[in-house]
């Protein structure tokens, strides 16, 4: 089944302790793309990739990190988690090269919460 | 600062009744277009989307959407809701290498 998977789906953790969300996506899309959705602001892009090793910033890439050292992942890093990082993450993949002129694929979502 | 703009945050209608949302965007030039739906507890999928052509564009589930150039919108439209609608709807517009999505509307359909 064509799918866009994260882990973990829900986690708690606590401020400084540095965690990585895992998202992998097995259509052989080109484009990834991380999201948070906060009550009241919708999603927000925090960084996308457009290619293996090529990432770039979206609108709140503070405090965040990504990599994509293989076409299928694209996992999200958060070296030192605040408070403020308490929301609900999606990854998305998209067949061309950008979230702008294709659709999107969005995983399941994990729910970050960090105390 | 580009944006876009839906203006409804929570919209309640009962069964049967005609939706409009609306979305505005403040892109200059040539944008696409996109409606999201996030059904409760799943993911986000695509409802319609707009590159060219026909602006009147039809999606999945009887939802359709009209591009007005003029008036920088992509309102969202059903003739007649069902309680299955109830999701939050974004709207989302893609230009260059960015996508932005409005704040989304929470519908509610009694039953």
């Known amino acids: 089944e064509a799918q866009v998977t994260q882990n973990p789906r829900y986690l708690i953790t606590v401020t400084g302790k540095k965690l990585t969300v895992t998202c992998s996506q097995n259509m052989n899309h080109e484009y990834m793309s991380w999201y948070r959705q906060d009550p009241g602001l919708g999603l927000r892009q925090i960084y996308y990739?457009?290619?293996?090793?090529?990432?770039d910033k979206g609108d709140v890439p503070e405090g965040y990190k990504v990599s994509r050292k293989e076409k299928r992942n694209f996992p999200l890093i958060l070296e030192s988690p605040s408070p403020n990082q308490t929301s609900l993450y999606f990854c998305?993949?998209?067949?061309?090269?950008?979230?702008?002129?294709?659709?999107?694929?969005f995983g399941p979502g994990t729910r970050l919460t960090v105390l | 600062a580009q944006s876009v703009s839906q203006h409804n945050h929570h919209v309640i209608l009962s069964e049967a009744a005609s939706l409009e949302l609306g979305c505005n965007y403040s892109?200059?030039?040539?944008?696409?277009l996109f409606w999201y739906v996030q059904y409760p507890g799943q993911h986000l999928q695509l409802l319609l989307k707009?590159?060219?052509?026909?602006?009147l564009v039809k999606g999945i589930k009887g939802f359709e959407a009209e591009f007005i150039k003029s008036k920088f919108s992509f309102n969202l439209r059903k003739p007649s809701v069902q309680w299955s609608d109830t999701a939050e709807y974004f709207c989302a517009v893609g230009r260059d290498d960015k996508i932005i999505f409005g704040k989304g509307t929470r519908l509610h359909i009694l039953p």
């Open positions: 998305a993949s998209t067949p061309a090269a950008g979230a702008s002129t294709d659709t999107q694929y």
């Open positions: 892109y200059g030039g040539t944008v696409n």
């Open positions: 707009y590159f060219s052509g026909d602006p």
């Open positions: 990739s457009m290619n293996v090793e090529v990432t």
